[in-house]
């Protein structure tokens, strides 16, 4: 879950397992795999940093989710 303003300044707590991808159209536009989209105060690379970080603290990696490469052996 991550911390998030919405464009009126409502605080709202996102479920980041839904988001199915961020645009920037100037505003940040998310969209979610419930069909819903949602604009946010924050920067799209705000949105990515929080989820890292969420993700983080859950122990969960985030190799792939943020274009970077793999490791390879």
């Not at 839904?18 to 949105?47: H, N, R």
């Not at 989820?51 to 989710?65: D, I, K, N, Q, T």
């Amino acid at each position: 879950m991550i911390s998030l303003r919405l464009i009126n300044g409502s605080n709202i707590v996102l479920n980041s397992d839904l988001i199915e991808f961020i645009e920037a159209t100037p505003d940040t536009v998310i969209s979610l795999s419930t069909g819903k989209k949602m604009m946010v105060q924050e920067s799209v690379q705000d949105v990515v940093d929080k989820f890292v970080e969420f993700r983080r603290r859950l122990g969960v990696s985030a190799r792939g989710l943020i274009n970077e490469p793999e490791a390879h052996d």
